[in-house]
């Protein structure tokens, strides 16, 4: 069978909560499961949602929102989630191994059991009291871009 439907429009810019329709393809209040490995879905919207046991290996997430949503058991690794909002959510047993997380916003969020080898952290902003939580290495490190100011909570808390 051959799938009809047209592909949602990728939005202009990065997403938001308060975004008038059209959002481009977008995550609201759901739960996310599944495989979504390869995949290329730049300037996505997840909010407010449980992603658990889901895959996101290789797949093309940049300059998406991923704003107050608890990921549970989430696959990472090789992802593209540079310039992406990854604030105010829970991360627990995730990997972003060989991720690219460049410029990606983490403050506000908490990481419990996740892992970031070889994750790309150039421009990453992340607050000094998380990075005593997270195991890095110096290269890592090196790269991000840390702050003590928690930020503003993003949209849509």
């Known amino acids: 069978l051959a799938y009809s439907e047209p ?15 059209p959002l481009g393809l977008s995550f609201f209040r759901t739960r996310v499961m599944g495989d979504f490995s390869g995949l290329t879905l730049p300037r996505t919207f997840f909010g407010r949602s449980e992603i658990s046991e889901a895959s996101f290996r290789g ?7 991923l704003c107050w949503n608890d990921l549970i058991d989430v696959d990472f690794g090789q992802a593209i989630l ?19 997380l460049g410029f990606a916003d983490l403050r506000i969020s908490t990481f419990t059991q996740c892992v970031f080898d070889r994750a790309s952290m ?8 998380q990075g005593k939580t997270l195991s890095l290495s110096a290269s890592q490190v090196a790269e991000i871009d840390w702050t003590d100011d928690e930020g503003d909570d993003p949209s849509g808390g």
């Open 82 to 100: 540079t310039y992406s909002d990854l604030r105010a959510s829970l991360f627990e047993r995730v990997s972003f191994t060989e991720a690219d």
């Open 59 to 65: 797949t093309d997430l940049h300059e998406s929102t």
């Open 122 to 129: 150039k421009g990453t902003i992340l607050t000094r009291r």
């Open 7 to 21: 592909a949602p429009p990728i939005p202009e810019r990065k997403p938001r909560q308060d975004d008038d329709e």
